[in-house]
């Protein structure tokens, strides 16, 4: 329906105008200018669905817009329609857009400047814009000398379309310029009202603009929900309320949550959501805007973290944290038995699929402040953060609370090692400056892939590109420079992807360590057998869902701590890399003679110890063979030391312990609850057994453990730069081989290769 009332009595433009947002009223395109006739509408049409005169009021002032006066009039001269459904040009004001090809027209009545959230901690005076504030929470202790008030009305605010059955069109993004990105509006509505919002360019050169960054967990992406995005189906100088139109688009339901429970009911919110801010179809610009996302998130006033929806378990743990943060009180929660449920429901909301997700790391690192969102409740990271890390270093006293409910005792630890580790991390992976502004990475990118190997993304390339921005030694990224590490390609092929990233760590490091390490994602095409995936790594998701170890240790260790030193040092010779084949030199060391099967959950097999010269029929405590508890432990302790020195004596402790058959099953031994010392020693011999095979050398010479793909004939070797000695196997063509993967060699771990003259150097193409 048409407003009767004419343009001309509109051109003076009143300082407020009315619309109805009822949802299925028919005069939703109606404008009055006056309040009294607004209201008179509401009572003739709606009068008996208002429950009281609290909810009368409330549609009054969410019908209430403020027009701009000099554009306002400016609604009867419209230009020719030329795309459905695309984004409207910025507000001139705080979006600058100079080089468009099209210039930013004059506000309309529906382009009311909409202010955007400002976070508690910073001061209004520091931005180019008055925005509303929205409440997050604090560090416990920390004050502001700027307490947060909630203005009466904002000084202007964006008119809501009305809710109407369906949006005909599919959203349609418009092409961003080499300095934008965009920057979504989230609308006032209720929990009960479905999601509007609008999706506005923003120049990275443009005057301070106040805003938040979310960082959540995409979920099951076939879940989701509609949203309604606020745009314009014309373009030019001259628009009116008729001009906008809501299209439609579905997001996960996960990110639908999040958008419910960060949305206010009178103030429009500035938020920066991938989802939403990014064309996810058009892989350019993908890439442009994910180089960016460092700096987004940087600048971000805040960064709110969504761990999904709350729950019992949930309430109770961020009820508990402030009495953790307690220190004057914290031994008495350590020592009280009844606190056991408040301790669980804390190592559950650790075990939440955010902590995860391998982009959170970028986007809690360059956070300069950031809150916990789950449901409702909220907390500052801060606050988060210190109970983990008082909650991991009281750990082995909270394991020893009676359980007083019978519930089964203390959750193994499993999927919170997430959480622990990016808190444990989190603080030391870039260096700020004084002020908070300049910033510098810690980390080289060969240290990150490691530490955050379990951390998942949904595209395999981002198991890299994730963490490039983190990394001391990628230059600044950008999406233009095809065959750098630092350019973001979301066409690549992924092994061309993966390849180059070794290659890179491999030139910075010298070091051919990585090709040991499982770091790479498990992808659908063959990769070279010099890529190793995170299908080895140590811990792992279980058949059942849980958490837990799935293999032995890496032997290589972490990057730049070398644990071992095969190779004596022996820098890289005549190393090459072309069309997928790895050439190295080393030393051709032997052949595996007999292999035992693996050593399924711990399981040392009678055989394997007989292999390895023991006599179940001794038992003085010289009787042991070095080459048997030195290969069980890998002749190092847990953080990479030299062997404990009574680890021999625990070991012939638990061969006596071991059944009738002779098997020593670790599993077994620890659950049994015997000596501490022996459980100590037998968690260690877990780490390194687990899943490997014991074996022999064909000349009888040596004793190892190895991986489990390897086999009677298999090469053993000792490759320049690389800290262990590997398993290879002979390929097709000649010299041509096969990584199988890294293995422990009793007498072979220190150098003792290169010092025997009776090897000779030789070439190997690893392909």
Sequence with gaps: MRSKHQSGALATAPAKLYRCLVSGCKSSEKVWPRGDNFRSHLKRVHGHTISSDEEFEKLVHRGEFTPDPATFARSDSIRSAQEDCQESDPPETFFPDSRRKESPAPLTATQVLVKPSLDVNVSKKGSSNNAHVPKRPRPTGVTTETEWKKPDQPSAILPQMVERLMARNEYSYKALLEDETRMLVLLPGEKDEIIQCRLLPLSTKAPKVSYEALSYCWGDIRTSKEIRIQCLKTQGPKRSLRDFVRAKRFIPANLYSALLHLRDSSFPIYLWVDNLCINMNDSRERAHQVSKMGQI???????????????????????????????????????????????????????????????????????????????????????????????????????????????????AAGWSRFAERIVEYNQSLIQRSDNGGQFEPTFDLETLLWTFKDFDCTDARDRVNSLLALARDVPPLEYNNAGSISSLDYQADITDVIQRCVMHCVNVSKSLDIICRPWAPIVSKILPSWIATVAGSAFGVLGDGSFGRKNGDSLVGSPNRETYNASAGRSLVDLDFSRGILLVRGLNVDTIGACLPRASGGIVWREALHMAGWNEQSDKFYSVPEKLWRTLVA???????PPKSWYQRACLYTLAQTSPSGVLDTSVLIKSGGPSIMVEFLER????????????????????LGPDGL?????????????????????????????????????????????????????????
């Excluded at 761990?307 to 944290?321: N, P, T």
């Excluded at 011999?685 to 009888?700: A, E, H, I, L």
């Design 297 to 411: 998130y940087q600048q971000a006033n805040n960064v709110c973290v969504w761990l999904g929806e709350s729950d019992d378990s949930s309430k109770l743990a961020l009820e508990f944290i402030p009495r953790i943060l307690n220190l004057s009180s914290l031994d008495n929660e350590v020592r009280d038995g009844a606190k056991l449920n408040s301790w669980r429901a804390l190592r559950d909301l650790m075990s939440r699929k955010w902590f995860s997700r391998r982009w959170v790391i970028q986007e809690i690192a360059f956070a300069k402040n950031s809150t916990i969102h789950c449901g409702d409740d909220t907390i500052h990271w801060a606050d988060f953060a210190d109970a983990v890390g008082l909650f991991v270093s009281r750990m082995n006293e909270i394991k020893q609370l009676p359980d007083q409910q019978r519930s089964g005792g203390y959750p």
């Design 711 to 767: 086999q009677n004939g298999d090469v053993i070797a000792v490759l320049y730069g690389c800290s262990v000695p590997v398993v290879l196997r002979a390929a097709e063509h000649k010299m041509h081989y096969k990584l199988v993967g890294e293995c422990y060699i009793h007498g072979l771990m220190d150098g003792q290769a290169v010092t025997d003259p009776n090897l000779r150097d030789e070439l190997f193409h690893l392909v």
């Design 685 to 704: 011999v877990q780490s390194v057994v687990w899943n490997r095979k014991f074996f022999t050398t064909s000349t009888g010479k040596f004793f190892g």
């Design 635 to 641: 002749d190092r302790s847990p953080d990479g030391s």
